[in-house]
């Protein structure tokens, strides 16, 4: 039985990826940062566990509480919608930590036993800032792209010895609690020069169309998991999809 630790398991993607990869009959380590009871199914094949990407000392003691893992799924992220102009430095490197930071210290983490294995899977959630730009998220495009490149050369890098790095790349999603998790984070981001700029710019993510659901994201870690063709590459949802083939 194969097992797969992912980050980020609170809510949105992460719980939906959690969920899928147990109902294939997986072992999963689910992770976030305060473990809440009854997200999650109980079942022998799942734990919670509790880990802050930001802090390697909760990184090393949730890879003890896991034990070996074939598949690690970095998700956990925060979101930041504001102009740049308006968000303190400090903000800035608070969603390098989580999205970009956290990232490379749990691939960096699970590295020795994937070598050694000459096996095992790293598929890094980004997003489609990365196919197509968007306004008021520079800071959080900054955070994902710099995955991307990273992602890139670690493909190549670990290709020798057996391990794959993969990319998905989910579309707008409602679903993900975006503006919610980072409702403090993003306060007085908006000044009024930028207001009604930024007004016109929600009304294009809310207006009708394709969207990202979670389970879009939750299948396209597992095909990115399970694809044998060397893409590199996974949009997930329509929106992202149509980007993609744009690009």
Same mark, same amino acid.
């Given at each position: ?11 949105g ?17 689910a ?32 890879? /003890?509480?896991s ?15 504001g102009?740049?102009e ?40 980004t ?16 955070s ?32 993900? /609690? ?6 403090? /984070? ?6 009024e020069?930028?207001a ?6 929600l ?17 396209a870690?597992w ?17 992202? /999809? ?6």
């Amino acid at each position: 039985m194969k097992t797969v630790l992912i980050t980020g398991c609170s809510s949105g993607y992460g719980l939906a990826a959690a969920l899928h990869f147990h109902a294939q009959g997986w072992e999963v380590v689910a992770t976030m940062r305060k473990p809440q009871e009854g997200l999650l199914p109980r079942s022998p094949r799942l734990r919670v566990v509790p880990l802050d990407v930001t802090r390697p000392d909760s990184i090393a003691a949730a890879l /003890r509480e896991s034990g070996p893992v074939d598949v690690l799924v970095n998700n956990a992220g925060l979101g930041l919608f504001g102009a740049f102009e308006a968000t303190p430095m400090a903000t800035v490197r608070e969603i390098f930590e989580t999205n970009t930071f956290g990232t490379m210290a749990m691939t960096q983490a699970v590295l020795p036993q994937f070598r050694a294995r000459r096996s095992g899977v790293i598929v890094n959630v980004t997003s489609s800032v990365a196919l197509a730009p968007f306004p008021l998220v520079a800071a959080y495009t900054a955070s994902k792209t710099a995955i991307e490149g990273f992602t890139d050369s670690l493909a190549l890098e670990l290709r020798p010895f057996g391990v794959r790095a993969r990319l998905v790349q989910p579309g707008y999603g409602p679903g993900t /609690r975006f503006a919610e998790n980072g409702r403090e /984070r993003m306060q007085g981001l908006v000044p009024e020069p930028y207001a009604a700029f930024a007004q016109a710019s929600l009304a294009v993510l809310t207006r009708p169309g394709p969207v990202t659901q979670a389970s879009d994201v939750a299948q396209a870690v597992w095909q990115a998991v399970h694809d044998e063709s060397g893409a590199l590459r996974f949009p997930a949802g329509a929106d992202a /999809r149509a980007l993609a083939q744009a690009a």
